[in-house]
Protein backbone atom coordinates (compact mmCIF):
# COMPACT_ATOMS: atom_id res chain seq x y z
CA UNK A 1 0.00 0.00 0.00
CA UNK A 2 1.30 3.32 -1.03
CA UNK A 3 1.05 6.57 1.00
CA UNK A 4 -1.61 8.36 0.53
CA UNK A 5 -1.31 11.53 3.37
CA UNK A 6 2.43 11.83 3.44
CA UNK A 7 4.18 13.75 0.40
CA UNK A 8 7.66 11.70 0.77
CA UNK A 9 8.44 8.03 0.47
CA UNK A 10 11.45 9.13 2.80
CA UNK A 11 10.94 10.79 5.84
CA UNK A 12 13.20 13.40 7.38
CA UNK A 13 14.53 11.31 10.40
CA UNK A 14 17.44 9.14 10.95
CA UNK A 15 17.38 5.57 9.51
CA UNK A 16 16.02 2.97 11.52
CA UNK A 17 13.87 5.69 13.69
CA UNK A 18 10.25 4.34 14.58
CA UNK A 19 9.21 7.56 14.14
CA UNK A 20 9.07 7.33 10.38
CA UNK A 21 7.01 3.70 11.09
CA UNK A 22 4.48 5.91 13.50
CA UNK A 23 4.06 8.39 10.40
CA UNK A 24 3.69 5.19 7.45
CA UNK A 25 1.01 3.37 10.47
CA UNK A 26 -0.80 6.52 10.47
CA UNK A 27 -0.91 6.91 6.92
CA UNK A 28 -1.92 3.46 6.27
CA UNK A 29 -4.72 3.88 9.26
CA UNK A 30 -6.22 6.74 7.71
CA UNK A 31 -6.30 5.05 4.31
CA UNK A 32 -8.19 2.04 6.42
CA UNK A 33 -10.58 4.78 6.86
CA UNK A 34 -10.77 6.49 4.32
CA UNK A 35 -10.38 9.82 5.97
CA UNK A 36 -10.66 12.96 3.34
CA UNK A 37 -6.75 14.84 4.26
CA UNK A 38 -9.56 17.62 4.96
CA UNK A 39 -11.05 16.14 7.71
CA UNK A 40 -7.74 15.23 9.50
CA UNK A 41 -6.06 17.54 11.72
CA UNK A 42 -2.69 16.84 13.12
CA UNK A 43 -0.75 18.67 15.95
CA UNK A 44 2.66 18.27 17.07
CA UNK A 45 5.24 20.29 18.98
CA UNK A 46 9.38 20.42 19.55
CA UNK A 47 10.89 17.49 18.97
CA UNK A 48 12.55 15.26 16.44
CA UNK A 49 8.64 13.88 15.81
CA UNK A 50 7.51 17.56 15.05
CA UNK A 51 9.67 17.74 12.03
CA UNK A 52 7.14 15.34 9.96
CA UNK A 53 4.52 18.14 9.31
CA UNK A 54 5.52 19.38 5.94
CA UNK A 55 5.34 16.03 4.79
CA UNK A 56 1.25 15.25 5.35
CA UNK A 57 -1.41 15.91 3.43
CA UNK A 58 -3.92 16.82 6.25
CA UNK A 59 -4.33 19.95 7.94
CA UNK A 60 -1.10 20.24 10.20
CA UNK A 61 -0.37 22.56 13.44
CA UNK A 62 2.92 22.94 15.20
CA UNK A 63 3.38 24.19 18.65
CA UNK A 64 5.13 25.19 21.30
CA UNK A 65 7.25 21.72 23.22
CA UNK A 66 4.98 20.03 25.29
CA UNK A 67 1.35 22.06 24.66
CA UNK A 68 0.14 19.82 21.23
CA UNK A 69 -2.80 18.29 23.02
CA UNK A 70 -3.64 21.69 24.74
CA UNK A 71 -3.75 23.06 21.22
CA UNK A 72 -5.66 19.60 19.59
CA UNK A 73 -8.11 20.49 23.16
CA UNK A 74 -9.12 24.13 22.01
CA UNK A 75 -9.47 22.24 18.55
CA UNK A 76 -11.54 19.67 19.48
CA UNK A 77 -14.12 22.09 21.68
CA UNK A 78 -14.52 24.22 18.43
CA UNK A 79 -15.24 21.34 16.32
CA UNK A 80 -17.73 18.96 18.25
CA UNK A 81 -17.37 16.80 14.58
CA UNK A 82 -16.94 13.36 15.31
CA UNK A 83 -15.94 13.40 11.29
CA UNK A 84 -12.61 15.51 12.29
CA UNK A 85 -10.13 13.47 12.91
CA UNK A 86 -7.40 15.22 15.77
CA UNK A 87 -3.98 13.43 15.92
CA UNK A 88 -1.55 14.29 18.51
CA UNK A 89 1.99 13.74 18.03
CA UNK A 90 3.86 14.42 20.75
CA UNK A 91 7.61 12.83 22.50
CA UNK A 92 8.60 12.00 25.93
CA UNK A 93 10.02 14.60 26.91
CA UNK A 94 6.95 17.34 25.55
CA UNK A 95 4.41 14.78 27.39
CA UNK A 96 6.40 15.30 30.43
CA UNK A 97 6.31 19.02 30.15
CA UNK A 98 2.36 18.82 29.09
CA UNK A 99 1.39 16.06 31.72
CA UNK A 100 -1.16 18.52 32.94
CA UNK A 101 -2.64 18.94 29.58
CA UNK A 102 -2.98 15.13 28.65
CA UNK A 103 -4.30 14.62 31.93
CA UNK A 104 -7.18 17.46 31.67
CA UNK A 105 -8.02 16.15 28.17
CA UNK A 106 -8.03 12.47 29.65
CA UNK A 107 -10.21 13.98 32.41
CA UNK A 108 -12.74 15.94 30.14
CA UNK A 109 -13.10 13.37 27.30
CA UNK A 110 -11.47 15.23 24.41
CA UNK A 111 -12.26 13.60 20.92
CA UNK A 112 -8.52 13.55 19.95
CA UNK A 113 -6.16 10.80 19.30
CA UNK A 114 -2.66 11.16 21.13
CA UNK A 115 0.43 8.92 20.04
CA UNK A 116 2.99 9.66 22.45
CA UNK A 117 6.89 8.71 20.77
CA UNK A 118 8.53 7.28 23.71
CA UNK A 119 11.91 6.44 22.60
CA UNK A 120 13.04 6.65 26.31
CA UNK A 121 15.80 9.71 26.42
CA UNK A 122 15.65 12.99 24.35
CA UNK A 123 16.82 12.26 20.97
CA UNK A 124 17.31 15.99 19.51
CA UNK A 125 19.37 17.63 22.35
CA UNK A 126 22.02 14.70 22.89
CA UNK A 127 20.18 11.53 24.31
CA UNK A 128 19.66 12.96 27.54
CA UNK A 129 17.64 10.85 30.35
CA UNK A 130 13.54 11.41 29.94
CA UNK A 131 11.41 11.07 32.67
CA UNK A 132 9.81 8.44 30.58
CA UNK A 133 13.28 6.29 30.74
CA UNK A 134 12.45 3.00 32.15
CA UNK A 135 14.46 0.94 34.58
CA UNK A 136 18.06 -0.15 33.40
CA UNK A 137 17.94 1.77 30.34
CA UNK A 138 20.93 3.43 29.26
CA UNK A 139 21.58 6.99 27.91
CA UNK A 140 24.79 8.77 26.77
CA UNK A 141 24.27 11.15 30.07
CA UNK A 142 23.99 7.91 31.87
CA UNK A 143 25.81 5.29 31.26
CA UNK A 144 25.08 3.15 34.45
CA UNK A 145 21.49 2.85 33.67
CA UNK A 146 18.27 4.37 34.90
CA UNK A 147 18.11 3.11 38.23
CA UNK A 148 14.38 3.45 39.05
CA UNK A 149 11.16 3.83 35.99
CA UNK A 150 9.98 6.91 34.79
CA UNK A 151 6.38 7.87 34.80
CA UNK A 152 3.70 5.22 33.71
CA UNK A 153 1.62 7.67 30.91
CA UNK A 154 -0.80 4.54 29.92
CA UNK A 155 -1.79 4.00 33.48
CA UNK A 156 -2.17 8.07 34.05
CA UNK A 157 -4.35 8.37 31.27
CA UNK A 158 -6.30 5.56 32.09
CA UNK A 159 -6.61 6.54 36.00
CA UNK A 160 -7.58 10.57 34.62
CA UNK A 161 -10.34 8.66 32.24
CA UNK A 162 -9.40 8.14 29.02
CA UNK A 163 -11.58 6.28 26.70
CA UNK A 164 -8.94 3.93 24.92
CA UNK A 165 -5.38 3.78 26.25
CA UNK A 166 -2.91 1.31 24.63
CA UNK A 167 0.91 1.03 25.23
CA UNK A 168 2.59 -0.78 21.58
CA UNK A 169 6.04 -1.38 20.33
CA UNK A 170 7.08 -0.07 17.00
CA UNK A 171 6.26 -2.59 14.55
CA UNK A 172 4.90 -3.28 11.05
CA UNK A 173 1.30 -3.66 11.95
CA UNK A 174 0.67 -0.66 14.42
CA UNK A 175 -1.69 1.04 12.02
CA UNK A 176 -4.27 -1.70 13.77
CA UNK A 177 -3.97 0.25 16.90
CA UNK A 178 -4.17 3.52 15.42
CA UNK A 179 -7.40 2.53 13.33
CA UNK A 180 -8.63 1.31 16.81
CA UNK A 181 -7.37 4.35 18.90
CA UNK A 182 -9.18 6.75 16.39
CA UNK A 183 -12.37 5.22 15.59
CA UNK A 184 -13.19 5.33 19.27
CA UNK A 185 -14.89 8.94 19.98
CA UNK A 186 -13.20 10.95 22.92
CA UNK A 187 -10.04 10.79 24.35
CA UNK A 188 -7.46 8.25 23.33
CA UNK A 189 -3.92 7.51 23.55
CA UNK A 190 -1.63 5.12 22.19
CA UNK A 191 2.23 4.88 23.54
CA UNK A 192 4.51 3.78 20.99
CA UNK A 193 7.65 2.02 22.88
CA UNK A 194 11.13 2.63 20.46
CA UNK A 195 14.67 3.00 20.20
CA UNK A 196 16.71 6.09 19.40
CA UNK A 197 19.26 4.58 16.36
CA UNK A 198 21.51 7.80 17.17
CA UNK A 199 21.78 7.43 21.08
CA UNK A 200 19.51 4.45 22.71
CA UNK A 201 21.15 1.54 20.09
CA UNK A 202 24.14 3.08 20.88
CA UNK A 203 23.94 3.18 24.63
CA UNK A 204 21.95 -0.29 24.83
CA UNK A 205 23.62 -2.81 21.99
CA UNK A 206 22.04 -5.94 21.66
CA UNK A 207 19.28 -4.96 23.69
CA UNK A 208 15.36 -5.12 22.14
CA UNK A 209 12.50 -3.30 22.70
CA UNK A 210 10.75 -5.95 24.29
CA UNK A 211 13.05 -7.24 26.88
CA UNK A 212 13.51 -3.20 28.26
CA UNK A 213 9.37 -3.52 28.73
CA UNK A 214 9.97 -6.93 30.80
CA UNK A 215 12.51 -6.21 32.59
CA UNK A 216 11.17 -2.65 33.40
CA UNK A 217 7.82 -3.74 34.77
CA UNK A 218 6.38 -2.53 31.61
CA UNK A 219 3.84 -4.53 29.94
CA UNK A 220 2.87 -3.89 26.49
CA UNK A 221 -1.60 -4.21 26.37
CA UNK A 222 -4.64 -2.43 26.20
CA UNK A 223 -5.54 -0.82 29.01
CA UNK A 224 -8.99 1.04 28.10
CA UNK A 225 -11.08 0.56 25.57
CA UNK A 226 -14.63 2.17 26.19
CA UNK A 227 -17.49 3.88 24.83
CA UNK A 228 -18.31 7.44 27.44
CA UNK A 229 -19.49 9.90 25.74
CA UNK A 230 -16.75 12.44 24.62
CA UNK A 231 -16.92 16.11 25.52
CA UNK A 232 -19.26 18.41 24.45
CA UNK A 233 -19.55 22.45 25.07
CA UNK A 234 -22.57 23.30 27.38
CA UNK A 235 -25.43 25.23 25.52
CA UNK A 236 -25.39 28.29 26.61
CA UNK A 237 -27.68 30.78 26.17
CA UNK A 238 -26.64 34.29 23.81
CA UNK A 239 -24.89 36.26 26.24
CA UNK A 240 -25.23 40.31 26.79
CA UNK A 241 -23.47 42.43 24.64
CA UNK A 242 -20.53 44.12 26.38
CA UNK A 243 -20.92 47.08 24.81
CA UNK A 244 -23.52 48.71 26.02
CA UNK A 245 -24.82 52.16 24.73
CA UNK A 246 -25.52 53.46 28.39
CA UNK A 247 -22.15 53.43 28.92
CA UNK A 248 -21.09 55.31 25.80
CA UNK A 249 -19.59 58.93 26.24
CA UNK A 250 -20.63 61.48 24.42
CA UNK A 251 -18.08 63.63 23.83
CA UNK A 252 -18.37 67.78 24.04
CA UNK A 253 -15.88 69.97 22.39
CA UNK A 254 -15.35 72.15 25.07
CA UNK A 255 -11.70 71.85 25.50
CA UNK A 256 -8.72 73.88 25.36
CA UNK A 257 -6.09 71.36 24.50
CA UNK A 258 -4.65 72.59 20.83
CA UNK A 259 -1.56 69.28 21.10
CA UNK A 260 -1.04 66.38 22.98
CA UNK A 261 0.19 66.38 26.43
CA UNK A 262 1.22 63.55 28.74
CA UNK A 263 0.72 63.35 32.57
CA UNK A 264 1.95 60.81 35.15
CA UNK A 265 -0.05 60.67 38.35
CA UNK A 266 1.88 58.44 41.05
CA UNK A 267 0.88 57.35 45.00
CA UNK A 268 0.51 54.44 46.80
CA UNK A 269 -1.36 51.12 46.09
CA UNK A 270 -5.35 51.60 48.13
CA UNK A 271 -5.22 55.29 47.40
CA UNK A 272 -7.39 54.89 44.21
CA UNK A 273 -5.16 56.04 42.03
CA UNK A 274 -6.31 53.96 39.11
CA UNK A 275 -9.77 55.22 39.54
CA UNK A 276 -9.52 58.45 39.64
CA UNK A 277 -7.04 58.53 36.78
CA UNK A 278 -10.05 56.28 34.67
CA UNK A 279 -12.58 59.39 36.08
CA UNK A 280 -10.15 61.48 34.76
CA UNK A 281 -9.60 60.24 31.13
CA UNK A 282 -13.42 59.83 30.76
CA UNK A 283 -14.22 63.53 31.87
CA UNK A 284 -11.86 64.03 28.81
CA UNK A 285 -13.21 62.23 26.10
CA UNK A 286 -16.41 63.82 27.26
CA UNK A 287 -14.79 66.97 26.42
CA UNK A 288 -14.19 65.88 22.87
CA UNK A 289 -10.29 65.22 23.52
CA UNK A 290 -8.76 61.52 22.58
CA UNK A 291 -7.18 59.91 25.81
CA UNK A 292 -4.84 56.86 26.87
CA UNK A 293 -4.12 55.32 30.37
CA UNK A 294 -1.15 53.03 31.39
CA UNK A 295 -1.01 51.39 34.59
CA UNK A 296 2.17 50.28 36.59
CA UNK A 297 2.02 48.43 40.09
CA UNK A 298 3.62 45.76 41.88
CA UNK A 299 2.20 42.33 41.74
CA UNK A 300 1.29 42.67 45.37
CA UNK A 301 -1.44 44.93 44.11
CA UNK A 302 -2.46 46.29 47.78
CA UNK A 303 1.00 47.71 48.69
CA UNK A 304 3.93 50.01 47.00
CA UNK A 305 3.43 52.41 44.77
CA UNK A 306 0.53 53.05 42.05
CA UNK A 307 1.03 54.37 39.25
CA UNK A 308 -0.84 55.79 35.91
CA UNK A 309 0.33 57.38 32.42
CA UNK A 310 -2.49 59.67 30.64
CA UNK A 311 -1.94 61.30 27.25
CA UNK A 312 -4.38 63.25 26.26
CA UNK A 313 -5.15 64.86 22.95
CA UNK A 314 -6.91 66.47 19.86
CA UNK A 315 -5.99 63.84 17.65
CA UNK A 316 -6.28 59.80 17.46
CA UNK A 317 -3.26 58.60 20.17
CA UNK A 318 -1.40 55.60 18.41
CA UNK A 319 0.84 54.58 22.17
CA UNK A 320 -0.01 54.75 25.34
CA UNK A 321 2.47 55.88 28.37
CA UNK A 322 5.43 58.71 27.94
CA UNK A 323 8.61 58.51 29.41
CA UNK A 324 9.09 61.89 29.85
CA UNK A 325 5.74 63.43 30.95
CA UNK A 326 4.30 67.26 30.48
CA UNK A 327 2.67 66.80 33.97
CA UNK A 328 4.13 64.65 36.79
CA UNK A 329 1.53 64.69 40.20
CA UNK A 330 3.18 63.02 43.05
CA UNK A 331 0.95 62.14 46.13
CA UNK A 332 2.88 59.78 48.37
CA UNK A 333 6.51 58.68 48.97
CA UNK A 334 5.71 55.09 47.44
CA UNK A 335 4.34 57.84 44.48
CA UNK A 336 7.79 59.55 44.97
CA UNK A 337 9.95 56.64 44.70
CA UNK A 338 8.45 55.38 41.68
CA UNK A 339 8.83 58.36 39.30
CA UNK A 340 12.50 59.65 40.98
CA UNK A 341 13.90 58.53 37.89
CA UNK A 342 11.12 60.20 35.30
CA UNK A 343 11.61 63.47 37.52
CA UNK A 344 15.12 63.72 37.70
CA UNK A 345 15.81 62.95 33.50
CA UNK A 346 12.66 65.82 32.87
CA UNK A 347 14.50 68.59 31.53
CA UNK A 348 10.93 71.04 31.81
CA UNK A 349 6.87 70.54 32.45
CA UNK A 350 5.73 71.13 35.94
CA UNK A 351 5.49 68.85 39.18
CA UNK A 352 2.59 68.69 41.44
CA UNK A 353 3.71 67.20 44.59
CA UNK A 354 1.86 66.66 47.79
CA UNK A 355 3.41 69.74 50.58
CA UNK A 356 4.21 66.57 53.03
CA UNK A 357 6.94 65.34 50.65
CA UNK A 358 10.63 65.99 49.96
CA UNK A 359 11.33 67.99 47.09
CA UNK A 360 12.86 65.55 44.39
CA UNK A 361 15.99 67.03 42.06
CA UNK A 362 13.94 68.00 39.27
CA UNK A 363 14.07 70.53 36.68
CA UNK A 364 10.34 70.56 36.46
CA UNK A 365 8.86 73.95 37.80
CA UNK A 366 7.30 72.59 40.77
CA UNK A 367 3.95 73.58 42.53
CA UNK A 368 2.86 72.05 45.76
CA UNK A 369 -0.49 70.92 47.75
CA UNK A 370 -1.59 69.45 50.89
CA UNK A 371 -3.98 66.84 49.39
CA UNK A 372 -3.67 64.14 51.60
CA UNK A 373 -3.95 66.50 54.50
CA UNK A 374 -7.38 67.99 53.54
CA UNK A 375 -8.99 64.70 51.79
CA UNK A 376 -6.98 62.38 53.50
CA UNK A 377 -4.49 59.65 51.21
CA UNK A 378 -8.02 57.83 50.45
CA UNK A 379 -9.31 60.89 47.87
CA UNK A 380 -5.07 62.45 47.35
CA UNK A 381 -5.00 61.45 43.84
CA UNK A 382 -8.53 62.22 42.75
CA UNK A 383 -7.91 65.90 44.78
CA UNK A 384 -4.90 66.15 42.58
CA UNK A 385 -6.17 65.80 39.16
CA UNK A 386 -8.43 68.21 40.28
CA UNK A 387 -6.21 70.57 41.43
CA UNK A 388 -4.27 69.99 38.22
CA UNK A 389 -7.56 70.62 36.00
CA UNK A 390 -8.23 73.99 37.85
CA UNK A 391 -4.55 75.15 37.37
CA UNK A 392 -4.26 73.61 34.12
CA UNK A 393 -8.12 74.45 32.36
CA UNK A 394 -7.61 71.92 29.76
CA UNK A 395 -11.16 70.82 29.91
CA UNK A 396 -13.80 72.72 32.35
CA UNK A 397 -13.94 71.27 35.45
CA UNK A 398 -17.38 70.75 35.67
CA UNK A 399 -17.14 67.64 33.24
CA UNK A 400 -14.58 66.18 35.66
CA UNK A 401 -17.67 67.29 38.78
CA UNK A 402 -20.21 65.28 36.76
CA UNK A 403 -18.19 62.14 35.66
CA UNK A 404 -17.58 61.93 39.45
CA UNK A 405 -20.91 62.28 40.38
CA UNK A 406 -21.55 59.11 38.39
CA UNK A 407 -19.75 56.99 39.70
CA UNK A 408 -19.48 54.75 43.06
CA UNK A 409 -17.21 57.81 44.93
CA UNK A 410 -20.43 60.06 44.72
CA UNK A 411 -21.25 58.17 47.69
CA UNK A 412 -18.44 58.14 49.50
CA UNK A 413 -17.20 61.70 49.28
CA UNK A 414 -18.86 65.09 48.74
CA UNK A 415 -17.65 66.08 45.55
CA UNK A 416 -18.49 69.25 46.13
CA UNK A 417 -16.20 70.06 48.83
CA UNK A 418 -13.40 68.14 46.84
CA UNK A 419 -14.23 70.49 44.21
CA UNK A 420 -13.56 73.66 45.93
CA UNK A 421 -10.09 73.97 45.43
CA UNK A 422 -9.22 77.75 46.33
CA UNK A 423 -9.96 77.14 49.92
CA UNK A 424 -6.92 74.49 49.85
CA UNK A 425 -4.12 76.21 47.65
CA UNK A 426 -0.81 76.75 49.25
Given at each position: ????????????????????????????????????????????????????????????????????????????????????????????????????????????????????????????????????????????????????????????????????????????????????????????????????????????????LINIANEAGIPIKLYYNKMREPFKLAVKNAPKPLINEKLFIQPKRNHKLTKPISILISGSAGEGVQTAAELFTQAAIKSGLHATKKSSYPV???????????????????????????????????????????????????????????????????????????????????????????????????????????????????????????????
Open positions: MSNKYLLEEKLPFCKGCGHSLIAMGIDKSLQELNCSPFDVIIVTDIGCHGIVDKCFTTHTIHGLHGRSVALAAGISMSLENPNKKIIVFIGDGGATIGMQHILDAAHNNFNMTVIVHNNMLYGMTGGQQSEFTPLGFKTPTLKEGADHSGYDICEMASSAGANYVSRILTNMEMYKTFTEAITNNGFSLVEVLELCPSYGVKSNPGMKTVGIGFSSAEIILSPKNILFTGSSCPDFAIVTSNDGLDYSLAILKKAESGQLIIDSSLAIPETKMKILKNGFRSKFTNKFAALFSLAFFLESSEIFPKKVFVEVCSESKLAAKINLEELFELNSVKN
